[in-house]
């Protein structure tokens, strides 16, 4: 059974800086398709960046240049840097992973439980 688990998020002031992380357990054997995702109140879920399995990056417009995603491949774990953050930057933000484990068929997706981020003064 795959899990994934986030943790990082919470209250910052404007400019500041968040680390999100998001670590999955199971039988995983590879990995493919990296990406966050958030959902700000009354808005639709957008991808704010993706790492493919090749190391390809790609980021929102809205966020180029702050945020940075990465991956350690041993813990399975996957980042996301959030640096100059803004009040528009607050969501709630989803790991989402593109895998297959030992058990599986093929690929599956799988998403984190969310994290709340919050950027007020």
């Known amino acids: 059974q795959v899990q994934l688990v986030e943790s990082g998020g919470g209250l910052v002031q404007p400019g500041g800086s968040l680390k999100l992380s998001c670590a999955a357990s199971?039988?995983?054997?590879?990995?493919?398709?990296m990406r966050w995702y958030r959902q700000a109140p009354g808005k639709q879920r957008e991808q704010v960046a993706r790492?493919?399995?090749?190391?390809?990056?790609k980021y929102a417009d809205s966020v180029k240049g702050r945020f940075t995603i990465s991956k350690d491949n041993p813990k399975n774990t996957i980042y996301l840097q959030m640096n100059n953050l803004k009040p528009e930057d607050t969501a709630v933000y989803y790991c989402n992973l593109d895998l297959m484990t030992s058990t599986s068929a093929g690929r599956d997706d799988y998403w984190g439980q969310g994290t709340q981020v919050t950027v007020s003064s």
């Open positions: 790492l493919t399995n090749g190391g390809v990056t």
């Open positions: 199971g039988n995983i054997i590879g990995i493919y398709d």
